[in-house]
């Protein structure tokens, strides 16, 4: 947050009343003062040396609003101061959505109103103690899970308030001012860090580990997709010539098997043939039974005789013939040749 204004426009006061006395209630002097020293009190707020005033009281407070909603919460604390008597300090937190001066005001009849009167608009909501202040301030506004890490956060609101911009403050300066605000942690709270951060390393390890398991089964895998292909082809290509000499073979089992048909066709009409066959000898077994006779057998078997003599006697003619042609032929040469003839006569 930057403020920025004049000399004595109330920039100081106002960091001094938000950070940090209205969000715990703390009223110490040094907690007052920006600059950190003890010369400013809250009673410096309402009655100082420069009035005649003796008594006086008065408000500060804070409005918050949700975003995007019309819920409203405020937080403040009344002083009652009177000059040499000691500060009587009232707190509230309003939490049932009433607003300061469009709800009801802090004034009535241009007087300030008093802790009684406050009491009769807001209820259980006034709250007496600086610690219960603090407890529903964090309740309603900030949620911390107690109200020691509550202080904590405030504490570093402290440390990091710059009430100059001469004075802004270094990264470095930063961090030591974070670092220095950090609560020591005692060895039992260190324990669950350490056997996490020991459960990480463990779990990194093993993380490291399965993914060298997973790079080795991604190349086993590799190779055994790289086999598996190898082997399917193979296979397919058996499966392919087997299925070839398969459809062959079923091929030829239907070749043959038309084979037999016809084949058995044949058969049939053949045995169908020689049926009729036997049947029409044993029709011409009977006609020739009925008429045989025993001299036209002889007759037959002397005709059969004499036909092979009549055979004989032809081949010895046409044998004869041959010769009387030979000779036939000799005695025409004999005749043409006069030496031939003369050793005929000679002879």
Known sequence: MLLRGSNGSGKSVTMQSIVPLLLDGNRSPERIDAFGSRSRTLDTYLI???????????YLYLE?????????????????????????IWYFVIEDNKRINIDFSLMNNHLTLSRK????????????????Y???VNDALFGFPSVEEYK?????????????????????????????SLKPLSEEDLRPMSEAITDMDN???????????????????????????AMLIDKYQKYQKQNDIYKNIEKDIKDKQEAINNLQNQYKTLSQDQTQKEIRQEVLNKERS???DPNMERLFDDLTNFNKQIDTQINQLNTKKLQYEHKSNQSMDIQKDPNCKQKVELR
């Open 48 to 58: 100082d040396e420069n009035t005649d005033r003796d008594e006086r009281i008065g």
């Open 64 to 88: 918050f609003k949700r975003e995007n909603s019309e819920l409203y919460k405020t937080i403040g604390m009344g002083i009652h101061a009177k000059r040499n008597r000691k500060l009587t």
């Open 117 to 132: 009167q406050l009491e009769n608009i807001l209820g259980d909501q006034v709250i007496d103690g600086q610690k219960e």
């Open 134 to 136: 603090m407890k529903r």
């Open 152 to 180: 904590d956060a405030i504490d570093l609101l402290l440390q990091v308030r710059s009430p100059k911009l001469s004075d802004s403050l270094k990264p470095s300066t930063i961090s030591e001012i974070h670092a220095d």
């Open 203 to 229: 779990l990194q390890d093993e993380l490291e580990s399965l993914k060298t398991s997973l790079a080795a089964a991604k190349k086993i895998a590799t190779s055994y997709d790289n086999y598996n292909k």
């Open 290 to 292: 009925v008429l045989i």
